[in-house]
């Protein structure tokens, strides 16, 4: 690996807001290794922490941040600012309205110039060398994507490592502790790393997602399209995450909280995964996905005992899955040219466990389902 370039002042833009000003023949010559991209949202109580992390990576002057804000209403935008003032390479991008987790960063991503991408989630920090790791890892396996391993946001207790494959009815399954580098079908999405040039011909995050299983649908197009993705062990991240929230009772109440609208694109867009790219057997592995969407509404309906629930988070998900048919039809003949795998290969990845008892796990240890108005 090359030294890191030594790091070299910048000037803010009007109210730091704006890129900072570069050498462009410089820039040329020096592209980052990787672009970090945060995506905020009225993130005040961790953006301070992330971007001080990212300040003390061992490889930080190779790096690229991008900080893209949707809309915050609470000056987290500016405290960004305001925190990387003065870095060599970075900017806040407003966005002017929630556009969204998926066009959110596709819209960041198009102004990136690292050769790799990592979208972060804005409540994680990152060991000092987490992305020397990563970059490395990825680069010495000619991996297109990969994670860091994800830990707990205030101890080193496990979180995820990605996915290794997907469940009997289509959804990921089987996050482990590993030690070594390790193929995974989906990266973990609070810090998808992935090639640039492979995520702009994959044709980015599907904005018709809006946020919820987005990484999910793009690690199936990694890997159908004949790339690899990776788990990187010893690159060490801390993510707030569900399982603090649920597990550590001094940190969160004793409920399982979701609502409406989350549980709404949750389910529609793990169905819509398998709706854009299944093409053969896998179509099995659909229709058992509708049939246990179905019986969890049931179970869902004891627990909250409220029908607007169940009408907008599981009838409404496989309506809008209707109304998205022509969204679906024109995705699956857009990335057929690129597919190099079909269903008999993908089943390589089924695994035994089923996902939704993590789920189910959790719930009882919180002894209850609390769903919010929204």
């Known amino acids: 690996m090359p030294n890191p370039p030594d790091p070299a002042r910048s000037a803010p833009g009007p109210h730091g807001l704006a890129s900072p000003v570069r050498d462009r023949a410089e ?8 672009s970090v991209i945060i995506l905020n949202y009225n993130g005040d109580r961790w953006l301070k922490r992330c971007l001080e992390s990212i300040a ?5 002057a190779c790096l690229e941040v991008i900080v893209a804000d949707n809309a915050s209403s609470d000056g987290s935008a500016q405290m960004a600012a ?12 407003l966005h002017g309205l929630n556009l969204g987790y998926c066009e959110g960063n596709n819209r960041a991503a198009r102004e990136a110039r690292g050769r790799f991408l990592l979208f972060l989630n804005n409540d994680t920090w990152l060991e000092p060398d987490c992305l020397e790791q990563l970059h490395r890892n990825l680069q010495n396996a000619g991996a297109t994507a990969g994670c860091p391993l994800v830990l707990d946001y205030q101890s080193d207790r496990f979180q995820s490592l990605g996915a290794e494959g997907l469940d009997l009815f289509g959804f990921p399954s089987t996050r482990r502790l590993r030690p070594d580098p390790a193929a995974v079908l989906m990266p973990e999405g609070c810090a998808y790393c992935i090639d640039r040039a492979a995520f702009e011909r994959l044709g980015g995050f ?45 940190a969160a109440p004793a409920a399982l909280r979701t609502s409406e609208s989350k549980r709404f694109l ?3 867009n793990s169905l819509l995964v398998l709706l854009k790219h299944a093409r053969g057997i896998l179509w099995a592995i659909a229709i058992l996905q509708v049939a246990w969407l179905c019986l969890e509404s049931l179970l869902a309906l004891l627990m909250v005992r409220r029908i607007s629930f169940i009408r907008r988070a599981y009838c409404g998900a496989f ?41 189910w796990i959790r719930l009882r240890r919180a002894a209850r389902l609390e769903v919010l108005p929204r």
């Open 56 to 60: 003390r990576q061992t490889i930080f």
């Open 27 to 34: 820039a040329a010559i020096e592209d980052p290794w990787m």
């Open 82 to 93: 305001d925190l990387i003032r003065g870095w060599r390479r970075a900017q806040v991008i």
């Open 206 to 250: 599907d904005p018709e997602f809006f946020m919820y299983a987005d990484e999910w649908d793009l690690s199936w197009r990694v890997w159908l399209a004949g790339y690899t993705a990776l788990a990187i062990p010893s690159a060490r991240l801390h993510h707030w995450g569900a399982a603090q929230l649920l597990e550590d009772a001094a």
């Open 266 to 268: 949750a389910n529609r």
């Open 319 to 359: 309506l809008d899955c209707w109304r998205l048919r022509r969204h679906i039809r024109q995705s699956r003949r857009q990335f057929l040219p690129m597919r190099r795998h079909g269903d008999i290969w993908f089943l390589r990845f089924l695994r035994p466990r089923f996902n939704r008892w993590d789920e």
